[in-house]
C-alpha cells in the first residue's frame, strides 16, 4: 500500500513539473535593453529615497540619512544634465522647450533636498519628514510629465 501511495505521489509530481513556477527575473534585468544614463541615475535616486523614507523620522539614522541626501542630490544633479527619453518622441518644435522645463523642475526637485539636507543638520526630523513628502509628490508629477509611457 505504501508502495502504491507513493507510486501515485511521484507520478503526480511529474505530471504537474511544467506547471511549476519559473524563477522571475530581477527587475532591472527586465529593463536592460532600454537602460539610459538617465534611468541609471533615475536608479540610484530610488534606491536612496526609498531608504531614506525609511529612515527619515529616526534622529539617530541622521548620519546615515544625510549620506543618502548627499546620494540623492548628486543623482539629481546629473539627471537636471540629461534629457528624458520621452524628448526624442517629441516634434523638433517641442523638444527644446520640453528639456528646458524638465531641467527647471530638476532644479526645483534640488532646491528641495537641500532644504532637506539643512532641516536634518538642524535635527528637524519632523521638518524632513514634511520635505520627504513633498519630494516624492515632486517625484511622482516629475515622472507622469516627463517619463515615457512603460511598455508592457
Known amino acids: 500500500m505504501r508502495f502504491l501511495a507513493g507510486l ?5 509530481c ?8 519559473e ?19 533615475m536608479d540610484e535616486m530610488r534606491a536612496s529615497f526609498r531608504k531614506l523614507r525609511r529612515q527619515v ?10 549620506d543618502l541626501v548627499a ?11 540629461l534629457a528624458p527619453a520621452k524628448a526624442a518622441t517629441l516634434p523638433e518644435s517641442e523638444r527644446s522647450a ?3 522645463d524638465y531641467a527647471e523642475k530638476m532644479k526645483a526637485f534640488i532646491a528641495e533636498v537641500d532644504k ?21 509628490s515632486l517625484q511622482k508629477s516629475g515622472h507622469r510629465e516627463f517619463r515615457s509611457a512603460k511598455k508592457d
Open 71 to 81: 546620494r540623492l542630490r548628486r543623482a539629481s544633479e546629473q539627471s537636471a544634465a
Open 57 to 66: 523620522a529616526d534622529a539617530s539614522a541622521n548620519a546615515s540619512s544625510l
Open 116 to 136: 532637506l539636507k539643512a532641516a536634518l543638520e538642524a535635527g528637524k526630523n519632523d521638518e524632513a519628514v514634511a520635505l520627504v513628502a513633498k519630494l516624492e
Open 14 to 21: 511529474f505530471a504537474l513539473h511544467p506547471l511549476r513556477a
Open 23 to 41: 524563477p522571475m527575473a530581477p527587475a532591472s534585468a527586465a529593463h536592460d535593453s532600454d537602460t539610459t544614463e538617465l534611468g541609471e541615475r
Open 8 to 12: 501515485t505521489l511521484a507520478s503526480a
Open 98 to 100: 520640453f528639456v528646458a
